[in-house]
């Protein structure tokens, strides 16, 4: 019998638990920024059911980041991004709400990594319009 095996490495978003950063924000048709926040922090965003929102890291992000965005009455995954585009490895998250709530607006370093990898902290862009 021959057994054979292999070793990968699988990423997807990061989860619902975090640090939470105290920070509650309501957006505006005008780009906003949050105080500084690192990696594996989270920041409560207020959203209406219909309004278009977006989330970004872009441009003070000061390592490569991941955004994974949960609905906070029962932690239903609402949007996810790692790298902007190929080659940017910042990111950004538009979704249109399908709730009136809060969204958990969790940051980390790539793969999950609740460390800035010796980078400084920096705000989040976040904007939107209810409808």
């Known amino acids: ?14 989860g619902f638990g975090a640090r939470n950063s105290g920070i509650i924000v309501t957006p505006s048709a005008a780009t906003q920024t949050t105080p ?4 594996e922090d989270y920041f409560l965003m207020n959203v209406v059911n219909g309004g ?4 970004s890291t872009a441009p003070n992000g000061t390592f490569d980041t991941q955004l994974s965005l949960y609905n906070e009455s029962g932690g239903a995954l609402v ?8 080659g940017n490895i910042l990111s950004t998250v538009t979704f249109t709400s399908t709730f009136t709530g809060q969204v ?5 370093r790539y793969d999950c990594r609740n460390n800035n990898g ?3 902290d920096f705000g989040v ?3 939107g319009t209810a409808i």
């Open 104 to 108: 958990r607006v969790v940051l980390n």
């Open 79 to 86: 949007g996810y991004n790692d790298d902007i585009v190929s």
């Open 52 to 55: 278009n929102y977006r989330v």
């Open 125 to 127: 862009e976040y904007s």
């Open 36 to 39: 500084n926040i690192g990696a």
């Open 1 to 14: 019998m021959i057994l054979m095996l292999f070793a990968t490495n699988s990423y997807a978003q990061c």
């Open 118 to 120: 010796g980078n400084p």
